[in-house]
């Protein structure tokens, strides 16, 4: 099969799929009762408030780093997957990013 034997798609049906997923997770998290929202999950010491604070930020990040043209919370893929990884483990293990109650905030406040 050639490049040009395959079916042409709208890319805009992708990022329709994406936004009505986005306003999904949104109604979910907002329906939840105070409970729910500190109950905890199979994450770890993560709770139902961090896991969806989490997914929130991750698209909150993707729609301002192009805006911005801030590349500073990006992990670098120069070096290939293990160090790719490393870099990963070392950013949600230290306790700065990517971590319930990271920037002084204990985790479900």
């Known amino acids: 099969m050639e490049l040009r034997d395959l079916p042409v798609s709208d890319p805009r049906e992708a ?7 986005l306003i999904d997770l949104i109604d979910l998290l907002g329906g939840l009762s105070a409970a729910e929202w500190v109950a905890p999950t199979e994450a770890g010491h993560w709770r ?3 896991v969806g604070l989490h997914l929130l930020d ?3 990040g993707w729609l ?3 805006r911005d043209g801030d590349a500073s919370g990006l992990l670098s893929t120069d070096g290939g997957y293990r160090d790719f990884v490393g870099a990963l483990m070392r950013r949600t293990s230290d306790g700065s990013r990517g971590r319930p109650g990271s920037a002084g905030r204990s985790p479900s406040t």
Not at 16 to 21: R, V
Request: charged share 40%.
């Open 48 to 50: 139902v408030k961090d």
């Open 58 to 60: 991750d698209v909150l």
């Open 64 to 66: 301002s780093r192009p």
């Open 15 to 21: 990022i329709s799929h994406d936004l009505i997923d």
